[in-house]
C-alpha cells in the first residue's frame, strides 16, 4: 500500500529557531498533503492543506507565517516550525491522498517536537 | 465546516466483551467515515471505514455502522482482546471538503485481561 515517510521522528530545540519537518511519499505521487497537530491526549487537529505546485491553504486559527508549507514536488511536503516557542511543541503528523484520489488516507509515523 | 463529535472519551471493558464508540457529524454532505486506532507515540492505523452509499461494513471482529439521516456512525468491536487497547478516532469527510479529514476527539479503549 502507500507509504508515507516523515522524519525527523522527533525533535528537540531552542526556543526561537527554527525546525523543518519533511514528509514523503514513497511508492505514489501525492499532490495534496494533510499536516495535522497532536497535543497529548488530544485529537488530530488539522493545520493545512499542502498542494503541489501551489500556495497552502490553512485552517483558521494556524499562523501561515509561523508554519511554513512547503510542497515543491509530487513526492514531499515540507513543514517549517519557524520561531519556536515551548508552546508548540507537539506531535505533528503528515497524511497524503492516496493515489487517485478517493479514499484510505495513510499517515507519515509523525514527529514529536519539544522546544525548550 | 464539518464538526464530529465522539464519545465515550475513556471506555474499559473485560476482555471477550464487545466495545461501542459512538460518533456524530454536522455536515450531510460528509460521504466518508474512517476509524483509526493509534498506540501511544505512534501514526494513526485505518482499521476500517464506510462510505455515506452502505449502512455497515464489517471485518472480522469490528464493525462499523452508519446512520445517514440521524448523522451518526459507530465503531463495534466485538471479543475484545488486550492489544485492542488503544485510542480510537472516528473522522468524518465530505466530497466537497477537499479531501479533508476531521477527526472526533478519540476514545481510550482499555481492555482488561
Known amino acids: 500500500g502507500a507509504v508515507v515517510s516523515q522524519h525527523p521522528s522527533w525533535v528537540i530545540c531552542k526556543s526561537g529557531t527554527s525546525v523543518k519537518i519533511e514528509c514523503r511519499s514513497l511508492?505514489?505521487?501525492?499532490?495534496?498533503m494533510f499536516w495535522y497537530r497532536q497535543f497529548p491526549k488530544q485529537s488530530l487537529m488539522l493545520m493545512a492543506t499542502?498542494?503541489?505546485?501551489?500556495?497552502?491553504?490553512?485552517e483558521q486559527g494556524v499562523e501561515k507565517d509561523k508554519f511554513l508549507i512547503n510542497h515543491a514536488s509530487l513526492t514531499l511536503s515540507t513543514l517549517t516550525v519557524t520561531s519556536a516557542h515551548p508552546e508548540d511543541s507537539s506531535f505533528y503528523i503528515c497524511?497524503?491522498?492516496?493515489?487517485?484520489?478517493?479514499?484510505?488516507?495513510?499517515f507519515g509515523s509523525g514527529t514529536r517536537l519539544t522546544v525548550v | 465546516g464539518e464538526n464530529v463529535e465522539q464519545h465515550p472519551s475513556t471506555l474499559s471493558v473485560q476482555e471477550g466483551d464487545s466495545a461501542v464508540i459512538k460518533c456524530t457529524y454536522s455536515d450531510s454532505a460528509s460521504n466518508y467515515f474512517p476509524w483509526y486506532k493509534q498506540e501511544l507515540g505512534k501514526r494513526p492505523q485505518l482499521i476500517i471505514d464506510i462510505r455515506s452509499n452502505v449502512g455497515e461494513k464489517k471485518d472480522q471482529r469490528i464493525a462499523v455502522t452508519l446512520n445517514k439521516t440521524a448523522k451518526h456512525f459507530s465503531l463495534h468491536i466485538t471479543e475484545t482482546q488486550p492489544e485492542d487497547s488503544a485510542v480510537y478516532f472516528c473522522a468524518a469527510m465530505g466530497y466537497n471538503q477537499g479531501g479533508k479529514l476531521i477527526f472526533g476527539q478519540g476514545t481510550e479503549l482499555s481492555v482488561k485481561p
Open positions: 499542502s498542494n503541489e505546485g501551489s500556495k497552502a491553504t490553512y
Open positions: 497524511s497524503a491522498e492516496p493515489p487517485g484520489g478517493g479514499y484510505g488516507y495513510t
Open positions: 511508492d505514489f505521487q501525492a499532490t495534496t
